[in-house]
């Protein structure tokens, strides 16, 4: 089970927003920064999103991160069949002192 | 830029020792990055293993662990190689899992909170 909660799936039609929410507590989100992960089929993990809102270079603005008390949420907007795949959001626990993890999100582009 | 590459046995007994090795290229592992392992069991979200830095000179020392796995698990460096291995004693089939080997975001982080470079991951099944 993990510590950080997600929705286990999300679905969008090309060129439409989707919201993936996640949820956790006041020694993780609450009080550290999260990151979101996308992990596509066959490819290693990447950081689409750090420091709550921040986006990597290389990272489109369709992908935006926000935060707000002990939740965080990573919208795409413009959703494209290529962003299909697992997202995950992360952040540093200070009880278990450790980065931890949600369960992560199937995106599915219909 | 910077590769990372996991290698070992795709297959484990249980109560035995999983070993793994992650050849770094690209960089040295010498400098001051967290390196590490993150691990997915089939069909579940990404669980950190543990991660050390190299040089040491961290707030909390030179390695962390998952306090889950610490009691039975240990992640050197091979700077004469630019690799570092995790040694999982005791496995159980709840160590089956893909594991990734992962660099930190930023050097000379105090904690390893978030992971720019990752391997393609390994799977490891424990199994008689």
């Known amino acids: 089970q993990s510590v950080l909660t997600q929705s286990p799936s999300s679905s969008g039609t090309p060129g439409q927003r989707v919201t993936i929410s996640c949820s956790g507590s006041?020694?993780?989100?609450?009080?550290?920064?999260v990151i979101w992960y996308q992990h596509l089929p066959g490819m290693a993990p990447k950081v689409v999103i750090y420091n709550n809102d921040q986006r990597p270079s290389g990272v489109p603005d369709r992908f935006s991160g926000s935060k707000s008390g002990t939740s965080a949420s990573l919208a795409i907007s413009g959703l494209q069949p290529d962003d299909e795949g697992d997202y995950y959001c992360?952040?540093?626990?200070?009880?278990?002192?450790?980065?931890?993890f949600g369960g992560g999100t199937k995106l599915t582009v219909l | 830029q910077v590769q990372l590459q996991a290698s070992g046995p795709g297959l484990v007994k249980p109560a035995e020792t999983l070993s793994l090795t992650c050849s770094v290229s690209?960089?040295?592992?010498?400098?001051?990055?967290?390196w590490g392992w993150i691990r997915q069991p089939p069909g579940q979200g990404l669980e950190w293993v543990g991660s050390v830095r190299p040089d040491g000179a961290t707030l909390s020392g030179a390695s962390l662990y998952n306090s889950s796995l610490a009691s039975r698990l240990v992640i050197s460096i091979d700077r004469s190689k630019n690799q570092f291995s995790l040694r999982l004693t005791s496995v159980t089939a709840a160590d089956t899992a893909v594991y990734y080997c992962v660099r930190g975001r930023h050097e000379y982080a105090a904690r390893p909170v978030d992971f720019s470079v990752w391997g393609l991951g390994t799977m490891v099944s424990v199994s008689s």
């Open positions: 006041r020694s993780n989100i609450g009080s550290n920064i």
């Open positions: 690209g960089s040295s592992i010498s400098r001051g990055y967290f």
């Open positions: 992360s952040a540093w626990d200070a009880t278990l002192y450790g980065p931890v």
